[in-house]
Each structure stands twice: as structure tokens, then as C-alpha cells.
């Protein structure tokens, strides 16, 4: 059984710290890539960070490196996203998504938009990050 929880989410005013966290299935800690997304109210669900553990394979989009940090606890088979230096955009509900392989010609297509939607075929509920000026 597949399982993505986030946890994490919360008020913060610009400048802060939050660290989002995704407890996955086993199955899928050890053999998907999962990453972090977004969507802000009225806007499309945009990819923020991958990773694939096994091949210590990481992805950020632009608007986010050098202050989010995606990494991941194998013993607990748990995601995390570190995100400093938080700002009013970064405001958006935060899902949790694995990839349904290990390896594919797609994860190549990556680019400064972060990781692809379309290719991560499970998702959790989400949990909302709202960032104050």
C-alpha cells in the first residue's frame, strides 16, 4: 500500500525557517524518486525539489536553490524539505509525490522549472505553507 503523508506546514513570517517532512511506504523510499511540489491558489502545481536516494540524485528548481534543501531519512523512510529564507511567494499548499520508477529517459528532461508532475504518479494530501511580510 502506497503511503504519503506530509507534515510540517505552517504560518511563517518572511525570512523564516520551515521544514517539511513525508512519511512514505517503504516500497517507495527505497525505489521511486520523490520530490516536493507547489500550488498557490489560481496557479498551476509547479515542481520544487527530487530526489533518488540510491543514486544520491538531487533536483531544484531555480526559484528555490540555495534556500531549500531536499533530503531524506532512509531508516525512516521519510522525505524532508528544509526551507529557509522563506518568502511571500513561496505562500502555496506543499504535496508530496513519488515517481512510479527508479530510472527513465524523463527524469532527463528536468530542467530550471524543477521536477515534472506528469511524472510522479503518487501524491499525499498536501500541507499548507503561508509566508507573511
Known amino acids: 500500500q502506497v503511503r504519503l503523508e506530509e507534515s510540517g506546514g505552517g504560518s511563517v513570517q518572511a525570512g523564516g525557517s520551515l521544514r517539511l517532512s513525508c512519511a512514505a511506504s517503504?516500497?517507495?523510499?527505497?525505489?521511486?524518486?520523490m520530490g516536493w511540489f507547489r500550488q498557490a491558489p489560481g496557479k498551476e502545481r509547479e515542481g520544487v525539489a527530487a530526489?533518488?536516494?540510491?543514486?544520491?540524485?538531487?533536483h531544484y528548481a531555480d526559484s528555490v536553490k540555495g534556500r531549500f534543501t531536499i533530503s531524506q531519512d532512509n531508516a525512516k523512510n521519510t522525505l524532508y524539505l528544509q526551507m529557509n529564507s522563506l518568502k511571500p511567494e513561496d505562500t502555496a499548499m506543499y504535496y508530496c509525490?513519488?515517481?512510479?520508477?527508479?530510472?527513465?529517459?524523463?527524469?532527463?528532461?528536468?530542467?530550471?522549472?524543477?521536477?515534472?508532475?506528469?511524472?510522479?504518479?503518487?501524491w499525499g494530501q498536501g500541507t499548507q505553507v503561508t509566508v507573511s511580510s
Open positions: 509525490a513519488a515517481t512510479r520508477w527508479s530510472y527513465s529517459t524523463r527524469r532527463q528532461q528536468w530542467g530550471s522549472a524543477g521536477p515534472d508532475a506528469a511524472d510522479f504518479g503518487y
Open positions: 517503504e516500497y517507495i523510499s527505497s525505489n521511486c524518486y
Open positions: 530526489m533518488y536516494h540510491v543514486r544520491g540524485d538531487t
